[in-house]
């Protein structure tokens, strides 16, 4: 797969490396406490965190991943975004937010820790950061390979110059830097993916070209239908519409999007209660049309490469069409998308790998009441001990050949109970301290469980991927009837210690930080959250 790049390419690559490195070094000058390194000082636009928020999701697993699912899958890949994004996006803007940052919370841990106690914070804290260790070393192991291929570069040496760019600019500006960087790469990754979208249809013959092609291909009619033979699980995903609506559209999609500390992060960094709701819901709207750049070219290279699936992994889709659609230059830009989806994914893994373990392990529960640069100290010894790790668990991916698989199954793991655990706790105020770490715990471990009989070939749920949406149906059943019956023989907290915390229970003490201009109608979270449901509904619609 190796790429024909040339000497202008590579000035493009140096360009792009060397911008994010100097915007670590501006962003530095802005960090003169903990504040302003793990959340940003809390004092950005929503447009700023809201590109930040959709381009920290827009890495290089859901490049290759969305690709590959849309090769092997099909249209059905759909469902990530329209139904497994999208909605749990707005009501993220909508209801959470604001319990999020008006209690003035620092991380998803910290929050669990004022609603239940140090134990379930903890236990969060940990799998947390164990999730986005593992997360960033498949960042790490999915460039590296596409690097390799593509440019010769060494395994190793892809590793390791990947690692430290992200490693430099993060450690310099903290969240700052990461989120700023996040907007730039969000444009550099179109500027990649576009070109390469529209060349391969000019190569298929258009979109009718397309999908008579799809129809002759292993996938046949069934690879150009979203919702069609759910009721059967006759289709290419082997899916029951119960799996897709409750596994993937509630509690996958939920869990990650409203409890993932690494994309609540970007809307904490907002400068106020509404710019914060608005985060997600700004970011929704492109998150609509990302599948016509990444699950569009899996499609396209399904129909070109007949090999696909069968000698080359499914992961290749994107290199293989930027192998042979893309002249020098427009090259260059491709190759600089990736790296940009690879940083800004992994960027997000390690910022809020870095807050949760500053915070929420070592200042919680090892070393309290030391002064504030004690701990900032602490965060960029972390974001370096965070990269090492990542480099360490790249390889874990290796025995993967859609890697979307296997960040689905660490959802199921980890967002999914967390989940659970989350919303029965905000709406139900006689829930527990005890009954939030033992449901927690319990729905981890039979997410752990299903997986595990599913693997050993005790239970057949047809594909991985489907295996991942019964599993994280699991852990939510779990964790909400483990919640009620320990609730039910445990201690709540008094109503007082509950205020600001769950649904019902304001905190008067808690001052009106309204901007000017929030009045209007293009900055309401309700409005704007509305009008991205219905522009899913309808593209659903196309493509029934």
């Known amino acids: 797969m190796r790429l024909d790049v040339n000497v202008l390419d590579y000035l493009l690559i140096a360009l792009y490396f060397a911008t994010v490195i100097g915007i670590g070094f501006a962003a530095r000058s802005r960090i003169s406490t903990s504040l302003d ?83 379930t914070q903890l236990l969060n804290a940990i799998t947390f950061a164990v999730a986005q260790i593992l997360i960033a070393g498949v960042n790490l192991y999915a460039l590296a390979l596409v690097m390799e291929a593509l440019l010769g570069w060494p395994l190793p040496v892809s590793v390791v110059i990947s ?49 008579d092609r ?13 919702w069609a033979g759910m009721g059967t699980g006759e289709n290419p995903m082997q899916a029951h519409w119960i799996g897709i609506v409750f596994g993937l559209g509630f509690v996958l999609s939920f869990g990650y999007w409203t409890t993932n500390f690494a994309e609540v992060q970007r809307a904490l960094s907002a400068r106020n209660t509404n710019a914060a709701r608005m985060t997600p819901i700004i970011a929704a709207f492109p998150k609509i049309f990302i599948p016509l750049v990444t699950v569009l070219p899996g499609m396209i290279a399904l129909v070109l490469f007949s090999d696909l699936g069968r000698g080359q ?35 997000a893994n ?25 701990y900032v ?59 939030g770490f033992w ?32 599993g994280a149906g699991l852990a939510f059943a779990v964790d909400v009837v483990v919640s009620v019956v320990v609730t039910l023989v445990t201690t709540q907290k008094p109503q007082e210690e509950l205020r600001g915390l769950v649904y019902g229970l304001s905190d008067v003490t808690i001052e009106d930080d309204a901007l000017a201009g929030d009045a209007r109608w293009y900055r309401s979270p309700v409005l704007l959250g509305t009008g991205a449901l219905v522009l899913a509904a309808v593209m659903y619609g196309v493509i029934i």
């Open 163 to 211: 690692a430290m760019i992200v490693l430099t600019y993060i450690t310099l500006g903290g969240l700052s830097s990461a989120i700023y960087n996040e907007v730039l790469q969000f444009f550099v990754i179109l500027a990649g993916l576009i070109p390469l979208t529209v060349l391969g249809l000019m190569k298929v013959g258009g979109i009718t070209g397309l999908f």
């Open 377 to 435: 100290r602490v965060g960029r010894i972390a974001t370096v001990v965070g990269v090492a790790m990542g480099v360490g668990t790249a390889f874990i991916a290796a025995g993967y050949s859609n890697i979307m698989n296997y960040l689905q199954a660490l959802f199921s793991f980890f967002n999914a109970p967390l989940f659970a655990t989350f919303i029965v706790g905000l709406f139900w105020r006689r829930m527990t301290p005890w009954a």
């Open 214 to 226: 799809v129809r002759q291909s292993t996938l046949g009619e069934g690879g150009l239908h979203s």
């Open 313 to 347: 992994a499914y992961n290749n889709a994107i290199p293989l069409l930027m192998r042979d659609l893309l002249p020098n230059g427009v090259l260059g830009v491709a190759v600089t998308g990736l790296l940009a989806s690879f940083m800004a994914g992994m960027a």
């Open 350 to 374: 390690i910022s809020g790998f870095n807050t949760v373990f500053t915070n929420d392990i070592w200042q919680a529960h090892l070393v309290r009441d030391r002064d504030d640069d004690y």
């Open 37 to 119: 390194f793990f959340l940003a000082g809390r004092g950005l636009p929503a447009w700023v965190t809201g590109l930040a928020f959709v381009s920290a999701n827009l890495g290089a697993i859901e490049i290759l991943g969305m690709a590959a699912n849309g090769a092997q899958y099909g249209a059905m890949t759909v469902h990530y975004y329209w139904i497994g994004a999208v909605p749990a996006m707005v009501f993220l803007g909508i209801v959470m937010m604001p319990f999020y940052y008006r209690s003035r919370v620092r991380s998803v841990p910290e929050f669990l820790r004022r609603r239940f106690n140090g134990a």
């Open 439 to 470: 449901g927690l715990l319990a729905g981890t471990l039979a997410a752990f469980a299903s997986y595990i009989l599913y693997k050993s070939g005790y239970v057949d749920f047809g594909t991985e991927l489907n295996a991942s949406f019964w």
